[in-house]
């Protein structure tokens, strides 16, 4: 029994929240109606304290009922010139009970003024005395009871004495329905919900009524006391849902969202589990539909082996491989807490799958051919590397070149001498008429890959090129999220640089799919759609946090070096053709008779080189490469 009782008045006080919610828009009139009701129960009180119980009325003169409205006025005057109608009860303290005191013995004094002034002897001159001191009490404890009231609903709906969260939901759907269901919980108490679907305007869910359109979040009355907006849209398209998340920006609350629906499909979340908007819910673009039984076949029952198992990318690719149920998932990482941290993750999410945890380095070519002797991998992804451009851009050049151009060689070498059936490596849009080290090295990693296929057609040797990874490591957006946290500046290099997007997963599922269909010697490029503007991204983290951009402003700190405007995923002399994945598209390597065994000869040299030296033999290598 204690259970049902316990939910019953969890809804009371929800009931009660809303409703405060609800009037708060009106206190001032609220108040003054209020504090004129106490102030005539006052006057009665003190008349019946005065002549008792037989005479308080009978006794009256027949003025008092305008002596009273007089009493009244000249109390809600003095109210009104202290300010108290517009405070907040819920914050009533001692300084508010001053202000009333003042308030009172003003109004008090007045009163008696007047009525002794105009000759009213019949009013009793102990009410006009007590009334002040009684009238006092009234509306101090009407405060006091308010005040206490509201913090025992905020302490039985939240179980703490935080203050109460007060949401509009965009979405009345099927994500709307459950998002009610449990969200109150947690605390949270809904004013109402936004639908377009004019068939459910003026419903119910609930306790929540479905109040207007999505548009009519704008109307500031509408919002009423809410401190945040909801978007539960999971299933809207990207148009829609960029639509929902445009206008909930423009309120100046924070924004908040429920979970995808991949992440519900998968059970990685539950509905209720708000979060803040990322970056990724901002693109508004649809994600590419997969070959899914051409992965699985590719993958399903095969020894996966991972390079740079603990990035960003290589975790994510773990995740999806571990999907389609593989033979065993060999994980190759130099990082020792990355490696620990994916393989904690993948044997609490995977128990069945057999993992192989290697500390290795792909600069070790020994190394690499004992692991792919032992373990006899048959599918390999490639995704060790360095990919911050500025760090990799002075005094790191060698090491840049060692890890992404010589690595990739030798974990390809290395694969192709155990008959490793596809090799992928994951490439980046930088390696397009690179000006930077990091996109130089990285495009002659695609040309050693081009000799390996070459020399070695057992094995089939593709990479994968596209743009930023939303929330990787070294990326923007985990930058930009940190700066808001701390209450700005965000910073961005120039106003005008762009830049393709997609996200962690995204990027994953097209790994996979480059295993599936593509051959030996290709690059699989993502039509992306369109470019995003950094300071279009920035902007509206910083309005779904809920700030403006003079609370948090942005700061242009100049383009850093090696840096571009704007990143291409393909160069002039690369051509294209279509594959059966829309979207997605083959650019042939454009293969030349450049070796790059001088480059991998310096990226050898057990001395090392000096930035120029390393920028030179990626010039001869790669000829596009112009550094600015």
């Known amino acids: 029994m204690a259970e049902p009782d316990s939910g019953s008045r969890r809804t009371v006080w929800h009931r009660l929240e809303s409703l405060l919610a609800r009037l708060r828009p009106h206190r001032v009139p609220l108040s003054l109606a209020i504090d004129a009701m106490v102030i005539v129960l006052a006057w009665n009180v003190t008349y019946l304290f005065r002549l008792g119980f037989e ?19 000249g109390y809600l005057l003095a109210l009104a010139w202290l300010r108290l109608p517009f405070s907040l009860w819920r914050f009533s303290g001692f300084g508010e009970i001053k202000r009333l005191t003042i308030a009172c013995a003003l109004a008090g004094l007045v009163a008696a003024a007047v009525v002794m002034g105009l000759g009213l002897r019949k009013v009793p001159r102990a009410v006009l005395a007590l009334h002040p001191v009684v009238a006092l009490m009234g509306l101090a404890l009407v405060r006091i009871a308010y005040r206490m009231v509201y913090e025992h609903a905020r302490a039985r709906i939240t179980g703490s004495d935080k203050d109460a969260r007060r949401a509009i939901v965009m979405g009345a759907g099927a994500a709307g329905r459950m998002l009610l269901a449990g969200i109150h919980e ?25 109040l207007g359109p999505l548009d009519a979040i704008r109307d500031k009355a509408l919002r ?41 499909r998968e059970g990685k979340s539950r509905i209720e589990r708000l979060r803040d908007i990322e970056a990724e819910d901002l693109l508004g673009r649809a994600p590419v539909q997969l070959d899914e039984a051409g992965i699985g076949e590719t993958l399903g029952g095969k020894v996966v082996l991972i390079t740079g198992a603990g990035g960003s990318i290589g975790s994510e690719l773990c995740r999806q491989v ?14 020792e807490f990355n490696l620990y941290t994916i393989e904690q993750e993948l044997s609490e999410s995977q128990p069945g799958l057999e993992l192989v945890r290697l500390i290795g380095d792909v600069k070790d070519l020994p190394q690499l051919r004992a692991c792919f002797a032992a373990w006899r991998p048959q599918v390999v992804f490639h995704a060790a590397a360095y990919k911050h451009v500025p760090l990799m851009e002075d005094h790191n050049a060698w090491a840049a070149l060692r890890n ?44 050693a890959l081009s000799g390996l296929a070459a020399a070695h057609p057992g094995t089939r040797f593709m990479a994968v090129r596209f ?40 990027a994953a599922r097209l790994v996979l799919q480059a295993a599936a269909i593509g051959d030996s010697g290709q ?12 300071v279009d991204l920035a902007r509206d983290l910083i309005r779904m946090a809920g700030h403006t951009l003079d609370e948090i402003p942005i700061v242009f700190s100049g383009l850093r070096p090696g840096e571009k405007l704007f990143e291409e995923l393909l160069a002039d002399g690369d051509r294209t053709l279509p594959t059966s994945i829309e979207r997605l598209r083959i650019a042939l390597l454009d293969a030349r008779a450049v070796p790059v065994d001088a480059l991998l000869r ?18 001869q290598v790669v000829p596009e490469y112009r550094r600015i």
Do not use: C
């Open 55 to 73: 005479r308080w009325i009978s006794a009256r003169p027949g003025y008092d009922g305008l002596v009273l409205v007089g009493v009244v006025t």
């Open 186 to 210: 947690q605390g949270w108490t809904v004013l109402g919900l936004l639908d377009d679907d004019p068939a459910k305007r003026r419903t119910r869910i609930g306790s929540a009524l479905v």
């Open 224 to 264: 009423g006391t809410a401190t945040h907006v909801i978007v539960a849209m999971p299933g809207a398209t990207p148009d829609e849902r960029r639509r929902a998340l445009d206008l909930a920006g423009g309120t100046g609350l924070p924004v908040l969202t429920v979970p995808t629906v991949d992440e519900l």
């Open 322 to 335: 571990a999907r389609y149920r593989p033979a065993r998932l060999v994980l190759f990482e130099q990082s």
């Open 404 to 447: 992404n151009t010589l690595g990739t060689w030798q974990a390809g070498l290395a694969a192709a001498e155990q008959g490793v059936e596809r090799f992928v490596l994951i490439s980046t849009d930088k390696a397009v008429n690179p000006t930077n080290v990091m996109g130089a090295s990285k495009r002659a990693a695609e040309l």
């Open 467 to 506: 743009g930023n990874v939303l929330g990787s490591s070294g990326s923007v957006i985990p930058k930009f999220k940190e700066q808001i946290a701390r209450g700005g500046p965000v910073t961005v290099t120039h106003p005008d640089i762009i830049r393709y997007f997609m996200t962690i997963p995204e």
């Open 523 to 534: 690059v699989l490029v993502l039509d992306m759609g369109e470019p995003v503007r950094i």
């Open 602 to 619: 310096l990226a050898e040299r057990p001395g090392g080189a000096t930035d120029n030296e390393v920028r030179v033999a990626l010039a």
